[in-house]
């Protein structure tokens, strides 16, 4: 990856995400019209019609549709964000010439928005177009307005429209220097943090290759499951974002699981290689140390990833180290928490964990098949796993055969 591509990623990202502001402001926007039909049956706004308020909502319920479907439909594309910003600016164009209002400062607030994309070419041909828009409504509204006697209706236009210019050339400004000086800040922070990202990639395999060179079995078992955890945290929010859970899986939460997942074994680092390798049946003893890694893991990671900015990635990788051993019907360790008080990310965790304990040869027994280890979790399902997890996970038997066999190659 160059220089410039994280950097590439971070505009497009920031780009959707005020897309989705816009879209948000249209529908904030929309609601002017029935307050202002409202306020009119109170007497206020006396001279504003019931018709011009009525078309100026009917106008932005059509904008409105219009921009969700495109967000919908082409949220990628370039040309959003010029059709989003300039159809607003239009809406308060058509709102300012209508009789009894006056917003002239509304004509700023796109200009003002569009330097929020951190893209001086855009904001300033936003700008320009903005402009136009305001000196047409100015012209439109200009022979409804009252102007003083020792003007004529020319010279009081042209007068509101200079006056207007340089207000809006003055915000102008400043809005292209946001957009320009901001992203460079930005640019700055943004590096940082993928510094910070590199740092923490390498805290964690460092943890895993400490894992693999206690027992190599462990160490593989780690990368498998990463990939198991991203394979259903991508299902399970295609199937339904709110999981019907008492948690929402974004993008964000699913970047840390997949992150964090190599971390849910770095306890067993604290135990005996003995009890790790041992090839047949353990004694309670020993089992009861292996129930210690959880907490093992946890301490591990405060005390050597604290310096970590990223507080959600670290509260993510204690959850999934902590608690990928409780059971949905409270039998598990070392907690005995049940249901959905156990952290979505360590309920999605555990099936990743089981399954690949299944598919694989561990010292104390031979892998199972895929069919046979699917039958299992199956007849888990509601016991030890979450049972919206397990009835995604199958559905989803072509892909863990595929990581299976990838990583048997």
């Known amino acids: 990856m160059t220089k410039e591509e994280p950097k590439s990623i971070f505009l497009e990202e920031n780009e959707s995400r005020m897309n989705r502001r816009a879209l948000k402001l249209a529908i904030w926007t929309t609601l002017v019209g ?200 991508e299902a399970l929010k295609k199937r339904n974002p709110n999981l019907v859970t008492n948690e929402t899986l974004t993008d964000e939460k699913i970047k840390h699981m997949v992150q964090a997942a190599p971390l849910h074994d770095i306890g067993k680092i604290a135990v005996s290689d003995s009890i790790l390798t041992k090839p047949g049946q353990l004694s309670l003893d020993e089992f009861g140390a292996i129930k210690l890694h959880p907490t093992y893991g946890v301490k591990l990671i405060e005390e050597n990833l604290a310096e970590v900015e990223d507080k959600h990635f670290i509260e993510m990788a204690k959850q999934m180290t902590m608690y990928h051993h409780e059971k949905w019907d409270g039998t598990g360790y070392p907690s005995g928490i049940a249901g959905e008080k156990i952290p979505l990310c360590a309920r999605i965790m555990a099936v990743a964990d089981v399954l690949d304990a299944l598919l694989s040869d561990r010292p104390y027994k031979k892998a199972y098949t895929i069919n046979e280890a699917f ?11 979450d049972p919206y997890i397990i009835e995604t996970l199958l559905t989803l038997k072509n892909e863990v055969y595929e990581i299976a066999q990838s990583d048997s190659n």
């Open 375 to 385: 039958q299992i979790m199956e007849k888990e399902s509601g016991i030890h796993f």
């Open 34 to 233: 029935p307050v202002m039909i409202f306020l009119r049956y109170f007497g206020i706004f006396k001279t504003v019609t019931y018709t011009a308020l009525c078309i100026f909502t009917s106008i932005m319920v059509a904008i409105t549709m219009v921009m969700f479907l495109i967000q919908k439909k082409f949220s990628s594309h370039r040309c959003v964000k010029y059709f989003f910003l300039l159809t607003l600016e239009c809406a308060i164009g058509y709102l300012s010439i209508i009789q009894g209002i006056h917003i002239q400062i509304a004509y700023v607030l796109i200009p003002v928005l569009s330097c929020m994309y951190y893209k001086e070419f855009f904001t300033l041909t936003t700008s320009v177009f903005c402009y136009i828009i305001m000196v047409i409504s100015l012209l439109l509204k200009s022979p409804y307005t009252n102007h003083p006697e020792n003007f004529t209706q020319m010279t009081w236009t042209l007068a509101t429209i200079v006056g207007s210019t340089i207000e809006y050339s003055i915000c102008v400004v400043v809005a292209f220097f946001i957009a320009k000086y901001s992203r460079k800040t930005l640019y700055m922070v943004n590096d940082g943090n993928l510094k910070v990202a590199l740092i923490q990639g390498q805290f964690i395999k460092g943890f895993v290759s400490l894992v693999e060179s206690k027992d190599y079995s462990t160490g593989e078992h780690i990368k498998r499951t990463s990939q198991y955890v991203e394979m259903l945290c």
